[in-house]
């Protein structure tokens, strides 16, 4: 296994599935961004997202489905489950498990993590909790 592959394994496990943030923030290069189709966010904006989903979810587990490495770049297709037990997203906890999947895109500098285009359908987690459905017409 690459150093990168379990430098990523090490910091998504940590902050997406442990609450432990510092995981996350301990592979960043200056300037870190993340990317997503709701528009872009620094650290400190994801560090809040980090730590409401897993106040939200104290259970969450993340399990990285795959890893793909090339060059300065990797691509990682993820799924996160856990228990809705407080507020996320402005929807009251349910006490509902769900799952939900994505894929984050990274660009290294260094061995630090630079950029990286995250891509999941929050329509899907609404959908799990109960309050959306996704199906025709949506």
């Given amino acids: 296994m690459s150093t990168r592959r379990e430098t990523i394994l090490k910091a998504w496990n940590g902050a997406w599935g442990d609450g432990d943030v510092d995981a996350f923030e301990r592979i960043l290069a200056p300037g870190y961004i993340r990317r997503s189709k709701s528009g872009t966010e620094d650290y400190a904006s994801l560090r809040k997202t980090i730590q409401a989903m897993n106040t939200a ?68 987690l609404l959908s799990a909790l109960g309050i959306w459905h996704l199906g025709a017409g949506n």
Wanted: charged share 30%; net charge negative; proline share 4%.
């Fill in 57 to 124: 979810f104290p259970d969450s587990a993340i399990e990285i489905l795959q890893i793909i490495e090339d060059g300065d770049r990797a691509a990682i297709h993820w799924q996160t489950r856990g228990t809705h037990q407080g507020t996320y997203m402005d929807v009251p906890a349910t006490g509902r498990t769900v799952t939900v999947t994505g894929a984050s895109f990274l660009r290294f500098e260094d061995e630090k993590l630079a950029e990286e285009w995250v891509v999941w359908d929050p329509r899907e």
